[in-house]
């Protein structure tokens, strides 16, 4: 199995873009690329929005070469709604949009089919199912909290299988919810891919029992799991400080690279957004 980060924080965008590719099947995971509108009280600087562009370009690139789309939920940074044509003959794989769903992402869903059912080869409700092609297993978990309840709405997990086994979590926020813990526990995954707490969120929207709670479920899942290479990347990357909150993880169990979707590629992290402030000071002082 081959798994690539494609877009992500790390890299300089909002997203968790990544592909797949086993010897049966071709995968692309959530399809999408944001910037935050505002950070610090600031637009996106402009080095952000170059790195958007660079970044869907790469996204476009490989979901053109993907047999099939998966589609986690419906926030913009996980999929495209205005461009067609990526979503031109593939078989997608796709979070209900009718059920377990908050009514802005109801919305959000509702528009994505409109544009997508006379383009797509098949449209598939994900949520709980399995779907086996050659030797390769992929199942969605049912769905669960996009945080610590259902305020943000609800996220499908995914889990990829063929002689290497792999999680995508998409957005559980840590994770925050037992469901979602549970289900990665109990897929014993090789790798996964997690988006970590909103840490750049702390005294908000969260608070700091919550942070320890994503932080300690992280850690749990280390301890019973087979994993060896840990990905934490997404809403934790919007933090400044985020190495912080994963150094003690690297502790738990000998084997287990802990890094960022950018250190998975042997890359150094590139946090435009949670830089901003230093992006727009550097550029007065150009």
Not at 47 to 63: N, P, S, T, Y
Not at 216 to 236: A, M, Q, R, W
């Amino acid at each position: 199995m081959k798994i690539l980060p494609i877009a992500f924080d790390s890299l300089g965008v909002r997203s968790m873009a990544t592909y797949v590719e086993t010897d049966d099947i071709r995968i692309f995971i959530d399809p999408g690329v944001s910037v935050a509108p505002d950070r610090y009280s600031l637009p996106p600087h402009r080095i952000e929005l170059d790195r958007h562009q660079e970044m869907w370009k790469a996204v476009k690139h490989w979901v053109n070469v993907s047999d099939i789309i998966i589609i986690t939920h419906y926030h913009y940074d996980h999929h495209n709604p205005d461009e067609q044509d990526i979503y031109d003959a593939k078989d997608i794989f796709l979070k209900h949009p009718r059920e377990f769903i908050n009514q802005s992402q109801k919305q959000r869903a509702a528009a994505l089919l409109s544009m997508i059912e006379s383009c797509a080869k098949t449209i598939n409700i994900a949520d709980g199912k399995t779907y086996t092609f050659g030797n390769t297993k992929v199942i969605f978990s049912e769905p669960v909290f996009h945080g610590l309840s259902d305020r943000l709405g609800y996220v499908i997990e995914v889990f990829i299988e063929d002689t290497k086994r792999f999680i995508f979590t998409s957005d559980v926020q840590g994770p925050l919810s037992d469901n979602a813990v549970n289900f990665i526990i109990d897929k014993a995954p090789d790798e996964i891919i997690i988006d970590g707490p909103a840490t750049y969120l702390l005294g908000s929207h969260y608070k700091k029992n919550d942070i320890d709670l994503a932080i300690e479920n992280l850690g749990k899942i280390i301890s019973n799991t087979p994993v060896k290479k840990f990905v934490v990347d997404h809403h934790l990357l919007r933090d400044l400080n985020w190495e912080n909150y994963v150094t003690g993880l690297r502790d738990i169990r000998q084997g287990v690279s802990v890094c960022s979707a950018a250190g998975y590629l042997g890359k150094n992290e590139d946090i435009l957004e949670a830089r901003r402030k230093e992006l727009y000071k550097r550029s007065a002082c150009e």
